[in-house]
């Protein structure tokens, strides 16, 4: 897939209501449309998916790029491959800076997280 979930509250608040089931009381009841609300979830989906296109050739090309996220509720001892943390602004529990280096085409983490993103590739920049 080319999209995500969001995770702020009107996201989940949709979600929950595209799945809820309102059950007709007899074969007769027309009081609710039940079409409305499975596409609810509509709202909570987010295009995340990052494609590099190669300017000369106009197909994808693999592009490696640096993500630098915000502060995120992590135990500062977990471990992720690939990813490196800035320890020197740390707080009991929780880790600042989370960099990671990956190659294109990616899903990204959520928007309002990314602090900096840059291509680290010499043949493309």
Known sequence: GR????RDN?????LFLSMYPIFQTCQDDNTYHLQAFRHLWVIAAQPRLLVTIDEDTNKPCYVPVTITTA???VPADATYPGVTRD???????????VSRTVFTPVM??????????????ERYW
Request: proline residues 8%.
């Open 3 to 6: 999209y995500s979930l969001k």
């Open 10 to 14: 009107l996201s989940v608040a949709v």
């Open 71 to 73: 502060p995120d509720c």
């Open 87 to 97: 320890v020197s602004r740390t707080c009991p529990g929780v880790t600042r800076d």
């Open 108 to 121: 990204l983490p959520e928007f309002h997280t990314i602090k900096q993103f840059s291509v680290i590739g």
